[in-house]
């Protein structure tokens, strides 16, 4: 089950999600988002669980921006463009980022050795 909840998908996108295959498609969203993360970072319990829901909830919040995946709207001299990733579910490369345990240790990193490894 994912982190992130309808309701925090609601928040995020700033208008109601009521029909019920919408519901049903933003928590299938979630769990795919999610079961992509987890093919990366298997122990999701390791993860920073706020950064965890922001990422699940902003892959889904891209995808219902825009569901049918269009690349370029068009009027008159009016072109915009949208990213070829918003057709799916998609990870970007900043949210792997920010996804990534990093150690919050020191600067520093000792490497140990034993006195074994040194004798020839």
């Given at each position: 089950?994912?982190v ?15 029909e019920t295959?919408e ?10 988002a ?15 669980q706020?950064?965890l829901?922001?990422v ?17 709207e068009?009027?008159d001299d009016?072109?915009y463009?949208?990213p ?8 970007t490369d ?7 345990p ?5 600067f520093y990193?000792v490497?140990?050795?034993s ?6």
């Open positions: 089950m994912a992130a909840t309808l309701d925090d998908v609601v928040t995020s996108l700033g208008r109601p999600i009521t295959t519901v049903a498609q933003v928590a299938q969203w979630l769990g795919d999610e079961m992509q993360i987890r093919l990366r970072f298997p122990d999701l319990s390791a993860l920073d706020q950064v829901a922001y699940e909830r902003e892959a889904v919040v891209s995808r219902l921006r825009n569901p049918d995946g269009y690349q370029y068009s009027i009016y072109r463009g949208l070829a990733e918003s057709r799916r579910i998609t990870i900043e949210w792997w980022a920010m996804l990534a990093t150690s919050r240790g020191s990193t490497q140990m050795s006195p074994l490894d040194i004798i020839p």
